[in-house]
């Protein structure tokens, strides 16, 4: 399984202090000696991490393929053509969310966009729900477009429930109200969540679709979808790089990729 190391979390570090350190250039060719197949980004409207230079400068650099999540508006799409990554993941994008908080709404109004993209020779994913509904419209658009998609499962719910369950988040400040239920519900649910994106991988990979997953992932909570074979990568961000303060990033990910192979 390939591992996506998403560097968004060194960039808002720097940005905390408004200067030029840590740069997350740096961080490409760690990944690459670590193992990582590849490099996320994402390029947010309001630009509170990652800029388009940091773009620019990562994309004519690094060794491993990049990957970088945007919003399907012209801006983006614009800038996508013009820098070309390997891969461009739509997501969606509320100004005021901490994280990306769900998956993509699919339908035809991102026909445009995916066959800008696809003419400039970039691949495509989808970052969706993992949602019967929602893998039928990716598929919906791979057949009108004859191009065959990826999609990334959102594994928020599934990385929440296992957070309230199997760590002290419960009795912090962070606690996720929605899951403040019991542990017998809480594994119950747990469960239900895992089985879901068995069966949702399932039935996209044999539909013909790339299927990837990722957010909220993290040391303890992974090798439960690393287990799903029909998924073929994950993007990580945020563990690694805070495992990275204590361990050092090379090590971070090298642990991760021990976890998931």
Not at 64 to 70: F, I, R, S, T
Not at 217 to 223: K, W
């Amino acid at each position: 399984m390939r591992l996506g190391v998403n560097i968004d979390h060194i960039a808002y570090l720097r940005e905390t202090r408004g200067i030029n350190d840590p740069d997350p250039l740096e961080a490409i060719f760690i990944a690459k000696r670590s193992g990582a197949n590849q490099i996320t980004i994402h390029l947010r409207e309001d630009r509170r991490h990652i800029h388009d230079n940091d773009l620019y400068r990562i994309i004519e650099s690094s060794f491993l393929p990049v990957n970088v999540e945007c919003a399907n508006t012209k801006e983006m799409i614009d800038i996508m053509c013009k820098f070309k990554p390997h891969r461009v993941t739509l997501v969606p994008e509320k100004r005021n969310e901490v994280t990306t908080e769900g998956g993509l709404l699919v339908g035809n109004h991102l026909l445009n966009s995916i066959e800008s993209l696809y003419k400039k020779n970039i691949d495509l994913s989808l970052f969706i729900d993992p949602t019967q509904e929602s893998v039928e419209k990716s598929l919906e658009l791979s057949n009108k477009l004859g191009i065959k998609l990826g999609i990334e499962l959102h594994t928020g719910k599934y990385a929440n429930l296992s957070l309230m369950l199997d760590s002290n988040l419960s009795r912090t400040h962070n606690s996720i109200k929605e899951f403040d239920i019991s542990r017998d519900k809480l594994k119950e649910s747990l469960e239900i969540e895992i089985n879901n994106l068995v069966s949702i991988s399932k039935f996209s990979s044999k539909e013909g679709l790339h299927v990837y997953a990722g957010h909220g992932l993290n040391y303890i909570n992974v090798s439960k979808i690393a287990q799903i074979q029909e998924i073929e990568e994950l993007n990580i961000g945020q563990s690694i790089i805070a495992r990275a303060i204590f361990v050092g990033l090379e090590q971070a990910i090298k642990d991760m990729k021990s976890l998931i192979c």
